[in-house]
């Protein structure tokens, strides 16, 4: 027996718009985390401890960066499979009328 397999492209693309709002949150996420950890930093009155929470923040940075390339990958590739499931569709219906009018 074969398998039904379908694809909703409204869905993809609502899952890109998805995918998006969770980015702008970790962007606020990430914004906050750095600079809690700047200040955190600037208050230390320590020189390891301060060297410390300066890594700390410029890898919190990297790691948030990286996460958020993620998202936007994730996203756009989803609006693009979207884009191409819409167009398939569209082509194969014109394809089917065509071929119903041919056997006319």
């Given amino acids: 027996m ?11 693309a ?6 998006g709002e969770l980015l702008g949150r970790c962007e606020v996420i990430a914004s906050d985390a750095v600079q809690a950890i700047a ?3 600037a208050a230390a009155g320590h020189a390891g401890l301060a060297s410390s929470l300066s890594g700390a ?3 919190g940075a990297k790691a948030f960066l990286d996460i958020g390339a993620a998202y936007r990958h994730v996203a756009g590739s989803l609006t693009a499979a979207a884009g191409t499931y819409t167009s398939v569709e569209q082509h194969l219906a014109s394809r089917s009328e065509a ?4 056997m006319r």
Avoid at 2 to 12: C, P, Y
């Fill in 2 to 12: 074969g398998q039904e397999f379908s694809v909703n492209a409204r869905k993809l």
């Fill in 14 to 19: 609502e899952g890109s718009q998805d995918i």
């Fill in 39 to 41: 200040a955190m930093e």
């Fill in 57 to 59: 923040a410029e890898q």
């Fill in 99 to 102: 071929i119903l009018r041919e």
